[in-house]
């Protein structure tokens, strides 16, 4: 038998190399796959462009008394240097917020503390809506800001767990405190980063303090309008667009309205903004929402425009648009007829959940005692790969790195409508945005950030009270 006819033989298989990132840092040589290794030895991206972010970076509190008292210490815990405890294949000592981003951090002015009265403990614990009384009260908070915008960058609301039962509704009230918060305050323009303690993994009390303070900061970082890292090999003139959906629960299901919510990033994966687009009249099909070719015209062609405003007007040369469920017909024609001045466009079905799964051996009948590398690409037909966005990282640690720590990594299957780039490198760049979500401090997440963003966007505004035709800053979201 002919060696390449052997069916073990995958000869289209490749294992694409791990992405490198751009820092704050114009040499080309700047780069590096590590985000938080990057960010100490270049800065952040951020400082290459004009007025960046505030220095320093101004705090504005929310919570009751005791609360307070700990998110302060919260925030001088931020200025200090710790070490790892945990994943110290990757995660490195933390050496202080100026340190890593160059700007410091500072209490907001005390009108900007809002203490909430210890009284609120007992009409929660007595309140048969408790859910929607505590989202009322910290919504209240958040209004009285409003007209002293100008005194703070970021708000620390602190949510204690003894509100626990306050934090979802029940079976027929479809409520989330997080999101209707997120969603409130972004509608306010107001940057919110909510902590939560009282168990031991949240950012009060979890043990390792050198995770709590690189992830803590970099949220707060980009939330003050800061860009912690860049992609650094990227098709020039590129724009990414990541769109999904939302079903807006009323009382009457045939009133439902469907949210879709497009993600549009630039060619170096930094995040831009983002559209909502409200629809009654979408279709439903197997609980996923489709748009008919005008409604899908109307959502790229907003976002495209958002991309043009950023850009002088220029439109990019080339538009990828990834989606997680397939793309109709319709959906298709929208897309090309919205993208008539744009070369190239490539449309993407990025798929987490399938049947399909792999495994490396090393000899017959023995499995690897390593998890498969991350970064393998197998097609499976003409437009269809499996992409394994988790697995090991050899690059990084002494013997590799595996963020999930056990388990069989699974692949994404990814499949596309239209296009004619190379398959390879449409998966290239999917790979690499994985490393683009900076709402995290490990170095990849499993979907790209065009959709795992979309996701948490689309959750967030269907609880919006007002929709408004316009661009939302995806920070005040994250």
Known sequence: MSENLKPYNLPRHKVLGEPELRFGNEDPKAVDVHPLRGLLDHGPFG?????????????????????????????????GRHEPKERKQFLISYPGFTRVFGASLAPADKSTWITLPDELDVHLKNSPAAHRELASVLTSALSSLQAQRHAFDV?????????????????????????????????????????????????????????????????????????????ADTVPNTAYIGIDYALRTNANPSERFAICCAQVFDADGAGLEFIAYEADDIRIDRRNPYMREDQMLR???????????????????????????????????????????????????????????????????????????????????????????QGLIPSIGTSGYYKEGKGIPQPLLITRFAGRGDFYDVCRETLALTKMNWNNDGPYTQMPVTLEYADVLAQVVKRMPKLEARPYPVRLFM
């Open 155 to 231: 708000v620390v609301l602190g949510l204690d767990d003894k509100w626990s039962t306050a934090f979802e509704g029940g079976e027929t009230d479809d409520f989330d405190l997080h999101d209707y918060l997120k969603a409130y305050a972004a509608s306010a323009g107001i940057a919110l980063q909510i902590v939560r303690g009282g168990q031991s993994q949240r950012a009060l009390d979890y043990f390792c303090r050198c995770s709590v303070m690189w992830r803590l900061s970099i949220a707060i970082y980009t939330k003050a309008g800061g860009i912690p890292w860049a992609l």
């Open 47 to 79: 400082k290459l462009r004009l007025a960046s972010t505030p220095n320093p970076i101004r705090i504005a509190f929310i919570g009751q008394e005791d609360m307070i008292a700990r998110l302060r210490h919260l925030a001088r815990e931020l200025q």
């Open 299 to 389: 959502v790229i062609s907003r976002s495209l425009s958002i991309y043009q405003r950023r850009h002088s007007g220029t439109v990019p040369d080339r538009v990828v648009i990834h989606k997680n469920t397939e793309f109709r017909r319709d959906e298709v024609k929208g897309c090309l007829a919205a993208l008539t001045n744009v070369r190239d466009v490539e449309l993407l079905q990025v798929q987490r959940r399938h049947g399909w799964q792999g495994v490396v051996f090393n000899e017959p009948k023995r499995a690897n005692n390593y998890p498969s590398p991350r970064g393998q690409v197998l097609p499976i037909g003409e437009h269809e790969a499996l992409m394994w966005t």
